[in-house]
């Protein structure tokens, strides 16, 4: 079974830019969540999305924005980029969240490496 | 506030050596989530073990086992007779079950370099 797939793998981008990163959750998984990895630190939470619906946020600017389509893929935008944009983006899917706890275990994909310059 | 504090940067081993990854985590809820991930050179964050709140049984898994102590709120990682394949950067995350959604709380990881 396919994993979770996120495209592109690499891109560069100029300030200001807008960017759209796109992620295909496992088959069979409802939820999709993206995180912001910047060199040398961990993760950060920026969306999940469950059945269509935002989920969860993080503390990231209007300027971050996500969706999720009826196939339960997503996309992640970001527009009037700016240079501490640059980071890996990390793309998760989980089962949806259950009665007792809305925390399993997610699946990542490789992400998807933006460079802004 | 949610805070997971892993204080080693870098760890450096040789082959065979037994190696522990210390992870200390901050959180006000009485229910909530441990996690360990791996993230080889590749990004891709592989699942190692997930922990509950109310389960503080230590865990072996292979070469892997876990020791977690809500005394201390310490859930530290311990990789026996390692081997090169296990370089990788080792994240420790937390979530709290009671939040919509399903986001973690990462450390900054630890590098583990794991010589032949």
């Known amino acids: 079974d396919a994993g979770v797939t996120q495209s592109p793998t690499h891109l560069i981008k100029t300030r200001g830019q807008h960017v759209t990163l796109r992620c295909s959750p496992i088959?069979?998984?409802?939820?999709v969540s993206w995180y912001q990895q910047v060199l040398g630190q961990g993760p950060q939470f920026i969306f999940q999305?469950?059945?269509?619906?935002?989920?969860g946020r993080g503390n990231f600017p209007d300027r971050f924005s996500a969706r999720q389509f009826p196939n339960y893929s997503s996309e992640l935008n970001v527009n009037a980029l700016l240079l501490g944009d640059s980071a890996l983006y990390l793309c998760?899917?989980?089962?949806?969240?259950?009665?007792?706890?809305?925390?399993?275990?997610?699946?990542f994909g490789e992400g998807s490496r933006l460079t802004v310059l | 506030a949610q805070k997971v504090t892993q204080a080693q940067t870098e760890i450096s081993v040789v082959e065979k050596e037994d190696v522990t990854l210390d992870c200390v985590y901050e959180?006000?809820?009485?229910?909530?989530?441990l996690f360990w991930y791996k993230q080889p050179p590749s990004g891709e964050l592989v699942f190692l073990i997930r922990?509950?709140?109310?389960?503080?049984q230590n865990e072996i898994s292979g070469r892997y086992s876990w020791n977690f102590q809500k005394s201390t709120s310490s859930f530290n990682f311990t990789i026996t007779a390692s081997q090169v394949v296990d370089s990788a950067v080792y994240f420790c995350?937390?979530?709290?079950?009671?939040?919509?959604?399903?986001?973690?709380?990462f450390g900054k990881g630890t590098t583990l370099s794991v010589s032949s």
């Open positions: 999305y469950y059945e269509k619906e935002e989920r």
């Open positions: 922990r509950n709140s109310f389960d503080e």
């Open positions: 998760a899917s989980s089962l949806p969240p259950n009665l007792y706890s809305n925390t399993g275990e997610l699946f």
């Open positions: 088959s069979g998984h409802k939820s």
């Open positions: 995350a937390l979530s709290e079950a009671r939040q919509a959604g399903t986001a973690l709380i």
């Open positions: 959180t006000r809820d009485t229910t909530y989530y």
